[in-house]
């Protein structure tokens, strides 16, 4: 067993619109490797990179995209801007069943063919059933009626069309853009007025190092997120807070920390 204390950043973001407060965990473990973990409204994301090269994690968060960003905190997850939804499913069918019955030589009429009138009506009123579509997959019970919507290869427009905006991948899109703002900030302030340090002398003659935290929330700013253009208000609070832990080697090489 091995047994190491190091020291983790926390950093606190408060006053985001549409927001809960945040709370982010930054723990450098060994030049160009760390791991973070970010809260907010009792939900909590991690993710650990190894290969950061000379970048802390607070420079090699803010230098990646939030696409990429979100894959690694929600790993496993495969989460997209949008997904399958029985609504748009429905309101797509009924502008497709629309346009055919208007015909004409663009649009779906021009794709699928034109409809006539009792046609329409009767594809109308079956439209009901595709609202228990709760996934692509489960769109095969209605594939009857959606191949005389859509054709017979209805699947296709079914997995590109019939979906919506995704508000879990959403939320994560503007936390990421509030934890990049929240950690441009903090360097640009370091960089502005650098950390006070206390030296302290014990009786044994050694020195310990006590860093002053910040007891309250830094006024608001005006921060142009890097993939948004919305001007987001932060008030962010950072702090140093030691721990210990164990830790132990992996087959994969990466560190398992254990509070």
């Known amino acids: 067993m091995k047994?190491?204390?190091?020291?983790?950043?926390?950093?606190?973001?408060?006053?985001?619109?549409?927001?809960?407060?945040?709370?982010?965990t930054l723990d450098d473990l060994d030049?160009?490797?760390?791991?973070?973990?970010?809260?907010?409204?009792?939900?909590?994301?991690?993710?650990?990179?190894?290969?950061?090269?000379n970048n802390t994690l607070a420079q090699f968060f803010c230098k990646c995209d939030n696409?990429?960003?979100?894959?690694?905190?929600a790993s496993g997850k495969n989460l997209e801007p949008t997904r399958f939804s029985a609504e748009a499913l429905e309101k797509l069918?009924?502008?497709?069943?629309?346009?055919?019955?208007?015909?004409?030589?663009?649009?779906?009429?021009?794709?699928?063919?034109?409809?006539?009138?009792?046609?329409a009506r009767q594809l109308f009123d079956s439209l009901d059933?595709?609202?228990?579509?709760e996934s692509p997959i489960s769109c095969w019970d209605h594939g009857n009626l959606l191949s005389e919507i859509f054709c017979e290869e209805w699947w296709h427009i079914v997995d590109e069309k019939a979906r919506e905006s995704n508000?879990?991948?959403?939320?994560?899109?503007?936390?990421?853009?509030?934890?990049?703002?929240?950690?441009?900030?903090?360097?640009?302030e370091a960089q502005a007025e650098p950390r006070a340090a206390t030296i302290n002398t014990t009786s044994d003659g050694s020195e310990t190092t006590d860093f002053v935290t910040r007891e309250s929330a830094m006024a608001?700013?005006?921060?142009v997120a890097i993939h948004n253009s919305e001007s987001r208000e932060l008030e962010a609070e950072e702090m140093l807070v030691p721990f210990e832990a164990t830790a132990e080697v992996w087959p994969t090489g990466?560190?398992?920390?254990?509070p």
């Not at 696409?67 to 905190?73: F, G, K």
């Not at 508000?167 to 929240?182: F, K, M, Q, T, W």
């Not at 608001?220 to 921060?223: K, R």
Request: aromatic residues 6%; contains cysteine; charged residues 30%.
């Open 220 to 223: 608001a700013i005006e921060h």
């Open 31 to 53: 030049p160009g490797k760390g791991r973070i973990n970010i809260e907010c409204w009792g939900r909590a994301w991690a993710s650990y990179w190894g290969a950061m090269g």
């Open 167 to 188: 508000p879990e991948y959403d939320c994560l899109n503007r936390i990421c853009d509030a934890v990049r703002g929240a950690l441009i900030q903090l360097e640009t």
């Open 129 to 133: 059933e595709l609202r228990h579509c």
């Open 254 to 258: 990466e560190r398992g920390m254990h």
């Open 3 to 24: 047994v190491e204390s190091g020291m983790v950043r926390i950093v606190r973001i408060t006053a985001v619109p549409r927001l809960d407060p945040i709370r982010v």
């Open 67 to 73: 696409d990429y960003l979100i894959q690694n905190l």
């Open 93 to 119: 069918a009924r502008e497709t069943i629309r346009e055919r019955r208007r015909g004409g030589q663009t649009g779906s009429a021009l794709e699928f063919g034109s409809l006539g009138k009792d046609e």
